[in-house]
């Protein structure tokens, strides 16, 4: 019952009326509605749709080569012509996800393609092979998209349409890094979906996500072993919830004011929360102090915490100290039990109104200020 109640508040309209209760004065709300990537740097060209073959608008003879270059079809089952609410937000953030992915990979397939600086790949055989399997996933991750738009076109609700992005990284071996940081993301947003969409009355989509999960797990141990990491980073992937997914891409990827006005359906629906950096670098498997900041104009964060998911754990909360302020950036400290809890592979790092105690990720993702701050180990 619980679960119910709280992935309704992450990712439903019940975000919008729940709001004041969880969330407190407007002005916090505010403080987080601004982080969306404002400015990039000098020689960034925004990636901007439609592509080549008209994606995401395609005809009938375009799907089918991208179902070819897929190794796959959409699934050919009748669609649902009624959704929940809170199914259909849920939807809608997938495909907000999901043409982000593509853009990342049409990219960076162009990047490596016509040997941009920082994405040449020296050894023919490690270039093509690099090739055909981006080319594969770029044309899944389509579908993806497509997919989850045409379960919201056949139960009447709103399509989401493609922003303008930016992507922080100049290097093939970043790019990689940051595929495998935003799938870790999506494989724990996913665990969400299925929860939302067991639990609001569209259970027929359970299995459908699962197929996503397997996939986008399947991508993500090759990432990780291009990065010469282990295939498989934990037991248990790392739980997430709508709102950091839909913060973690406009804070970092999507160009400020640039989606259509019909993706505000999810802007009204996700509060997008107020950016965590982890300033510590290179962190290991170790019990230590970490070191965050965020812009804020308020310095009071006494009845603040630092909030850290791993796997399927306990979130584990944690004190703010040494705060420090300077031309409206906050600087913060707090512990991290790395070694204690063996918090490998992803953490989600979120600061909080209260010192909880969260007896789940959704209910960390109702009460947070400032996140995600996204930490991998190993
Ligand atoms: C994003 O754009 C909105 C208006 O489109 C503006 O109010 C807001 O300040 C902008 N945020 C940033 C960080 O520039
Ligand atoms: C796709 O088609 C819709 C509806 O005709 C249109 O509003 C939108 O601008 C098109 N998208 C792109 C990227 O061309
Ligand atoms: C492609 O290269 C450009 C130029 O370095 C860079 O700005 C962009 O982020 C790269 N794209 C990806 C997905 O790495
Ligand atoms: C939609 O989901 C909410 C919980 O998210 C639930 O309270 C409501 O009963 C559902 N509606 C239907 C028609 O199943």
């Not at 079809?73 to 992915?101: K, R």
Request: hydrophobic share 45%; net charge negative; glycine share 8%.
């Amino acid at each position: 019952m619980l679960n119910t109640l709280t992935s309704a508040v992450i990712f439903g309209a019940a975000v919008v009326s729940a709001a004041p209760a969880a969330w407190g004065p407007m002005s916090n709300w505010g403080q987080g509605a601004s982080s969306t990537v404002s400015s990039y740097s000098a020689g960034q060209t925004p990636f901007s749709f439609p592509l080549a073959n008209g994606f995401p608008n395609v005809s009938d003879a375009t799907l089918h080569d991208i179902e070819e270059a897929a190794h796959g079809t959409l699934p050919n089952g009748a669609l649902p012509t009624e959704i929940n609410a809170t199914s259909a937000i849920v939807l809608e953030l997938i495909a907000f996800n999901e043409l982000f992915e593509v853009a990342f990979f049409t990219s960076l397939i162009q990047n490596i393609t016509s040997n941009v600086e920082g994405f040449q790949i020296d050894s023919q055989v490690l270039r093509s092979f690099v090739l055909e399997t981006l080319i594969a996933v770029q044309a899944q991750e389509e579908l993806h998209a497509l997919g989850a738009n045409g379960i919201l076109a056949s139960a009447g609700r709103t399509q989401i349409q493609p922003c303008e992005y930016v992507f922080p990284v100049d290097n093939f071996d970043d790019a990689i890094g940051l595929a495998r940081t935003f799938t870790d993301v999506v494989l724990g947003t996913l665990q969400d979906a299925q929860n939302t969409f067991a639990t609001d009355g569209d259970a027929e989509l359970v299995a459908l996500i699962g197929s996503v999960i397997g996939q986008e797990g399947e991508q993500n141990g090759y990432y990780r072993s291009l990065l010469n990491l282990i295939p498989s980073s934990n037991p248990f992937l790392t739980r997430s919830a709508g709102q950091f997914a839909f913060s973690a891409l406009n804070q970092n990827f999507v160009v400020n004011g640039s989606c259509p006005p019909v993706d505000n359906v999810l802007f009204n629906a996700i509060p997008i929360l107020g950016a965590l950096t982890v300033d510590t670098a290179n962190i290991l498997l170790e019990d230590q102090t970490l070191t965050f900041s965020v812009k804020s104009s308020s310095t009071d964060f006494s009845e603040y915490s630092v909030v850290f998911i791993n796997q399927q754990n306990l979130p584990v909360v944690e004190p703010i100290t040494n705060v420090k302020s300077s031309a409206g950036t906050v600087t913060f400290d707090a512990h991290f039990p790395g070694a204690q809890f063996i918090m490998d592979g992803l953490t989600i790092a979120a600061v909080t109104k209260s010192a909880g105690p969260f007896a789940s990720v959704p209910e960390v993702a109702a009460n947070s200020v400032f996140g995600p701050g996204l930490i991998e180990i190993n």
